[in-house]
Structure formats: C-alpha cells, structure tokens
C-alpha cells in the first residue's frame, strides 16, 4: 500500500477514535442527576457532630508519618461520613487545579437549585472533595481542599446559596471511593452530605413593655 494512503487510513483511525472520545470526555462532566433526585437522596434529617479542623490534621498527620503508604490498605480517615444522607457528582476541573471547567456549572447549579428547594432549606451540608491516588498524597490533600472550597464558592457567589449552609472538606486520596482501582477516576468525585440542621433566624428580642401608672397617663396628655 503506497505511504499515502497508508497515512489517509491512519488520519481516518485517529479521527475516529477522537469521535469516540468526546462523548466519553462530556459525558463525565454531565453524569449530575436531576434536581428532584437530588432532593429525594439529601431530604432526610441527620444530625453530626464532625471536627472538620481535626479531620484535617488527622489526614495531614497520616501522610506526614508516611502511614498506610498502599493506598488498597488505607483506611477511611473519615468514616462517620458514609452514614450520613448524601450524592456524589463529577465536576471536572483543570488539570493539577482548583479551577471548575465551564462544563460543570450546570451540574453545580442543579445542586443549587436542589438546596433552595423548601425541602432541603432548613439544612446544612458539607462538600466533600476526593481525588485518585496518583502523584504526591500531600499535594493532593492540599488540591482536593482547594477543589472542595472552588465548588462552595461557586454555589455561594454563582447561584446565592448562603455560606452559612455549607462547608468544605478536601480529603485527597485518603478515603478512595474505589479501594480496588486507587488510579481510576472514580475517586475523583465530589460528595455533598447533610451534616445538620441549619438555625434560620437569632430568637426574637422581646418587645418592650409599655409603660404603666402616672407615666402613661402623663405621656397620653401629651
């Protein structure tokens, strides 16, 4: 067969495997589900008491004594949360960055719209960030709280969701959702978690009282 053919019959392989490709690629940053899903998963009540300050420490403190260096042998650093009422979604970032790719904004914003429906209104939630385990664990518990942090951010100042609801956890590689495949994407997710209820309003300050006696009566007259 002459070269030139033989490179047309290439050019034809790759474009087709780029055609592939892209559904594959897209398909990632879409898998959100609905917001009435999203609803129907986060619409339970629960109560938790999570030191999210001490959850930290404890995953930096692991990675710094080099603990658990296999990654099919590292235990959940933090599993209290699996019991709790939550979803996990895909957003898609740059790579090696916090930066949320324009894809995904409309996976965030069915979550927002799920979090100011009156359901799910009177809670607060926690943002839970995880990546795969490739690269180093502590560059990754750093990014993966910079990506838990991006994602609050969005919902806050992009779609007005109050900051008083919401809080972000970034847990690296330490808690893999996929033990068995600690490379593959799939740890690469995000969770959101209903952590508690959220106190709407301070109590009311009492009225004062309106005065009684001569002192009305005087203040009437006039």
Do not use: C
Request: aromatic share 4%.
């Amino acid at each position: 067969m002459p070269w030139g053919n033989k490179l047309r019959g290439i050019g034809l392989l790759l474009g087709a495997l780029a055609l592939f490709a892209l559904p594959m690629a897209a398909g990632r940053a879409q898998t959100a589900t609905s917001s009435a899903d999203i609803i129907e998963k986060l619409a339970v009540e629960a109560e938790s008491d999570i030191d999210l300050a001490a959850l930290r420490q404890q995953a930096a403190d692991r990675i710094k004594a080099r603990a658990d260096a296999q990654p099919q042998k590292r235990p959940p650093i933090a599993p209290q949360l699996t019991k709790l009422p939550q979803i996990r979604f895909d957003v898609v970032f740059d790579q090696d960055s916090s930066l949320i790719r324009p894809a995904s904004y409309q996976t965030i914003g069915s979550i927002a719209d799920a979090l100011t429906d009156p359901k799910l209104r009177p809670y607060r939630y926690l943002i839970v960030d995880h990546v795969e385990s490739a690269g180093r664990r502590d560059h990754n518990l750093i990014l993966s709280q910079r990506r838990a942090e991006s994602v609050r951010d969005v919902l806050v100042n992009t779609f007005k969701v109050s900051p008083k609801r919401l809080q972000a956890l970034g847990l690296g590689e330490e808690q893999l959702q996929d033990v068995n495949r600690p490379a593959s994407l799939a740890n690469a997710r995000v969770q959101i978690i209903v952590i508690g209820k959220f106190e709407t309003a301070d109590p009311a300050t009492p009225a004062a009282a309106a005065p009684k006696g001569p002192a009305a009566a005087k203040k009437k007259k006039r």
